[in-house]
Nanobody, 120 residues
């Protein structure tokens, strides 16, 4: 199983970006998908998660600015980042809690990370 993330880049404060992440390989089911971020010198932190049923949870720092969505048919998750601030600068990682078969345990897989830089 691989998670491929894309969409990062350099944007000015107040700008927008859209991050995408797709899971591929032998997948039976995906429970929760999400995005985390890690800024230099800081621990990795949760940004947003979404269940297979569409329930979402956001970090307080991004509520009202970021929107997470997923396409279950495509095993993909998207994060829309609006009203970006310099403090949003970080490497963003997607993840997925999934089962590779009915009998296999649920395991968390991570994407490779994509850099988001907010600067004027």
């Amino acid at each position: 199983v691989q998670l491929q993330a894309s969409g990062g880049g350099l944007v000015q404060p107040g700008g927008s970006l859209r991050l995408s992440c797709a899971a591929s390989g032998t997948i039976f089911s995906i429970d929760v998908m999400g995005w985390y971020r890690q800024a230099p010198g800081k621990q990795r932190e949760l940004v947003a998660v979404i269940t297979s049923g569409g329930s979402t949870n956001y970090a307080d720092s991004v509520k009202g600015r970021f929107t997470i969505s997923r396409d279950n048919a495509k095993n993909s998750v998207t994060l829309q980042l609006n009203s970006l601030k310099p403090e949003d600068t970080a490497v963003y990682y997607c993840n997925a809690d999934l089962r590779r078969s009915l009998e296999s345990p649920r395991y968390r897989y991570w994407g490779q990370g994509t850099q988001v830089t907010v600067s004027s």
